[in-house]
């Protein structure tokens, strides 16, 4: 009886470290994230419509430069003949002006950012379940993005940019 409890006991003890050994040998692949995302179609579309919806607050922008530079302009011919209240009030228009326009400029940067999130996530996100599905269908337990530069030392790895070009149909 007591043999058969070590053997049992050796038995499992073998399972254990066979399942062990077989976890530490996990399939791990890299993939440049980027270059997947430059080579969308949709990439294209996203960046024109980026750039369309950024031009509507850099004309306004410019507008708004503009009539500082001319008002500006005008208050430096005339502040010689001005009263020192009105070149106090002029000068507070101007300044006032000037922190309306970059007031308005980090507005409208925030809001170029938030639109470009809201355009890339739905590409992201499917370059994501592309190489997740890659990932799956081949067995690899871990995907590295190598357009990240981060990973210094690492073993070797397999490229999945072919597989999740073809999964998401890019040539």
């Known amino acids: 009886m007591k043999k058969l409890l070590r053997v049992v006991l050796v038995a499992g003890c073998m399972m254990f470290a066979g399942s062990f050994v077989a976890n530490a040998q996990s399939k791990i692949g890299h993939i440049n994230f980027n270059a997947v995302i430059d080579i969308m179609p949709d990439t294209k579309t996203v960046s024109a419509t980026l750039q369309a919806y950024q031009k509507t607050f850099m004309d306004q922008l410019t507008i708004m430069q503009n009539d500082l530079q001319a008002k500006a302009a005008d208050y430096d011919s ?86 999740v070009k073809l999964k998401l149909g890019l040539k």
């Open 78 to 163: 005339k502040k010689a003949t001005m009263t020192d209240a009105v070149r106090q009030l002029k000068e507070g228009e101007l300044q006032d002006l000037q922190k309306r326009a970059q007031d308005y400029q980090a507005s409208a940067a925030q809001k170029v950012d938030q639109k470009k999130e809201e355009l890339v996530k739905p590409l992201f996100d499917k370059v994501r379940a592309a190489i997740s599905l890659v990932a799956k269908e081949k067995g690899y337990a871990y995907v590295i993005d190598s357009s990240q530069n981060e990973l210094l030392v690492s073993p070797t790895t397999d490229d999945l940019l072919a597989a």
